[in-house]
């Protein structure tokens, strides 16, 4: 499990991943941890991967958009607006 640092969505070890982005919620709606899961495909469940910083204003949601930026080549989380991005490799 991380805490901090990159997360690359697509190749782990040379093969493709399928991960989400989860939070859990108080009774009174409010989400207090939010997280990046990732699948498991022996297990057949998500898995946690990735814990967010609670002061995080942005975190990964949303439809993914893969773009070629000067040469380096990113994913974009669009919510409806692309406001995170990380490194595709």
Request: glycine content about 6%.
């Amino acid at each position: 499990m991380q805490t901090a640092g990159r997360l690359n969505p697509w190749v782990s070890n040379e093969r493709e991943l399928m991960f989400a982005g989860c939070a859990k919620i108080k009774p009174s709606l409010e989400a207090y941890e939010r997280a990046v899961v990732i699948w498991d495909e022996n297990a057949n469940e998500f898995r946690l991967g990735l814990i967010l910083p609670r002061t995080a204003n942005a975190y990964p949601m949303g439809h993914l958009v893969i773009h070629d930026d000067g040469g380096e080549t990113y994913i974009y989380y669009c919510h409806p607006f692309p406001l995170v991005r990380v490194e595709a490799n």
